[in-house]
Structure formats: C-alpha cells, structure tokens
C-alpha cells in the first residue's frame, strides 16, 4: 500500500511538471524572438522528487528483501548516562516498555498521549509532538529509550522548562527532578533508589511472615508423623 502511493505521487509529480514545461510564449511575442532564460524555478521539485524516489525505491526494496539493514550506533545506558544508578536505569527501561505497547522498543506520539493520561497530565496534539521534538535526536518522531532516558536528565540538569510537559512527565514518573543541576543527580538519583526500595519492605515482610508459617507448617508435620511412628510402635 505505501509503494502504491509513493509511485501514484511521484507519477502525479512527473506529469504535472511535463504540462508545465509545454506552456506556449506569451500572446504579441514574435514568432522568431529568442525565448528568454527562465530562472531554476523547479530546483525544490527536483529535490522533492528525487527524495521521493529515493522513498519508493527503498520501499521497493524493503517489500523484496534486498534492503541493506541501517547503520546503528549500540547505545550503552550505564556508559552515556553515568549520574543514574544501574537500578534506576533499570526502573526507567521497566517504565518505558510499559508503555511502548508496540513492543517496537518506541515510543510513539499516541504511546505517548496515553503515558500523560495515566499520568494525570494530558496534552494536546501539538503539546505531545513539542515533547517529542524536544528529545528527538535523530527526527524520526518518537522516542527511543535513550531519548526517554535524556528526559530525566534534562530535568536534573535543569534544562527543562517548569511548566513543560517533559518536566511534567519526569516529576510524574515519581521521580523528583527539582535538584541543584547534574553535579549531585547521582547521589539523589541513588537515594531516591533506596527511597523506592523501602516502599517494597511491606511486601519482604509478608514474604517474610509466609516463609516463617511454611517452616511452621512443616515442623507440625513432622512431629505428626513423629506421634503417628511412636503411636505405632505401641499399638504393635
């Protein structure tokens, strides 16, 4: 379907440009004038048309498997972004598939528009393209999990505008960015680490009490079959 309508395009393209290049001189020139030089007026569509091209053959390409794979730098986290601790890193990669719901390792402006839902910070259709831009390194319109990731340390670095929706989603992410820069983001980030790791004790101490009661249970068996083994013993 793409490829259909990448060709009718640049088909459309092609004629337009053709009907346009037959026009006739103008009424009361002479027959024999000398036509005069035009000015490159179709350079932008030359462009446009050979970028239109160069899309259809890709596509055609991609549809017959011969496309050669795109060049990708390897993106190592913990290297590029040293302040944030490995845990984290780790929280925000937990975060991020969460709502990469095309599990394309992207988020995309609607997987966006439903992140600020949840969030309680709903933005509009220009707001959520504004966040994207603001982050997107190589233009694609969406957002790799290293640009998720420059999100949060924008925000330590106090590059992010107070009333913007990235701080908006950074400060909702429980995550709290209203720090003195980039210079003690690690030793917050860290904190704030142990801070999130103490809203699980509840849970290791249920886990703890279920564990103790197992091995209750257990002893309680055995001094059963203890009494079974011993009441035995007499009756016999």
């Known amino acids: 379907m793409a490829s259909e309508e990448l060709a009718s395009k640049l088909q459309r393209r092609l004629q337009w440009e ?22 490159p007026a ?8 050979a970028e239109l091209s160069a899309q259809l053959n890709r596509r055609l390409d991609i549809n017959e498997g011969a496309a050669r794979p795109r060049s990708c730098r390897v993106f190592h986290p913990y290297s590029e972004f040293p302040e944030f601790s490995r845990r984290l890193i780790k929280d925000l990669e937990s975060m991020f598939k969460l709502y990469d719901a095309g599990r394309d390792g ?13 969030l309680g910070a709903p933005q509009t259709h220009l707001g959520l393209k504004s966040m994207i831009k603001e982050v997107d390194e190589d233009f694609d319109g969406k957002l790799s999990f290293r640009e998720f990731l420059l999100i949060f340390h924008k925000a330590a670095a106090g590059e992010l505008q107070e ?33 999130l790791s103490c809203a699980s004790k509840f ?6 009490e279920q564990d103790e009661r ?23």
Do not use: C, N
Request: charged share 35%.
């Open 163 to 195: 009333d913007s929706g990235l701080m908006a989603l950074a400060k909702l992410s429980e995550i709290d960015v209203a720090l003195e820069g980039v210079r003690g983001a690690k030793d917050f980030f860290e904190a704030k680490v142990q801070a």
């Open 42 to 49: 179709w350079a932008p569509t030359a462009r446009a048309d």
């Open 18 to 39: 053709e009907g346009d290049s037959g026009l006739q001189s103008a009424p009361g020139a002479a027959p024999d004038a000398e036509p005069q030089p035009q000015p």
């Open 106 to 118: 992207f988020i995309d402006l609607m997987e966006l528009k439903l992140m600020m839902e949840k």
């Open 214 to 236: 197992k091995r209750e249970e257990e002893k309680r068996k055995v001094r059963q079959a203890a009494f079974r083994e011993l009441k035995a013993a007499f009756s016999a």
């Open 203 to 208: 849970e290791a101490e249920l886990k703890a």
